[in-house]
């Protein structure tokens, strides 16, 4: 038989592991619309985060690679960083002003796992996407693709195969 204070303690230590998927602590994601408005008065490039609650590569990510200290002044000093709840109904403002909830933004950009980053240029325009767990070598190397500004002359599988 299970007594009930066993029960709480699951429940807690449950939701204590799920409260760990969203951003990283310690990184100031901002939500989706106040990030575009940020990056864009800045010029500086996005980090678009989407991520979701119980995601265990999400928590993975969390404790293998955003804890490591010189990943997270590079992200945190040259990009404007977004989170976004693909199971979230939240609603947003787009940089175009349109409405939507954190689900339907998901849905529309084809966000079928997390975590699951998305990188733009200064001028906002989308560079490239990635799912799944991504080691600190390969996020700095993207950091360094986009901070050099490679990504003008050539593609990330250029870049990376010139390394």
């Not at 119980?54 to 040259?78: I, N, Q, W």
């Not at 796992?113 to 799944?132: M, N, Y």
């Not at 950091?143 to 599988?157: D, N």
Request: include cysteine.
């Amino acid at each position: 038989m299970i007594r009930p204070v066993t029960t709480l303690l699951v429940c807690l230590a449950l939701a204590a592991g799920i409260a760990r998927a969203a951003p990283p602590e310690a990184y100031a994601f901002l939500p989706l619309g106040e990030a575009w408005q940020s990056a864009q008065q800045q010029q500086k490039p996005m980090l678009l985060y989407f991520g979701r609650y119980g995601c265990t590569t999400c928590r993975k990510m969390h404790a293998e690679v955003f804890t490591d200290p010189d990943l997270r002044r590079r992200y945190s000093e040259d990009f404007v960083l977004a989170y976004v709840d693909t199971e979230s109904g939240n609603r947003i403002r787009l940089a175009n002003g349109e409405r939507t909830t954190e689900m339907q933004f998901a849905t529309r950009n084809r966000i079928l796992g997390t975590p699951t980053f998305v990188f733009f240029s200064p001028e906002q325009k989308p560079l490239f996407k990635k799912a799944g767990f991504q080691s600190i070598t390969q996020m700095n190397h993207y950091h360094g693709f986009i901070k050099g500004g490679h990504y003008r002359e050539q593609t990330l599988a250029d870049y990376s195969a010139s390394q």
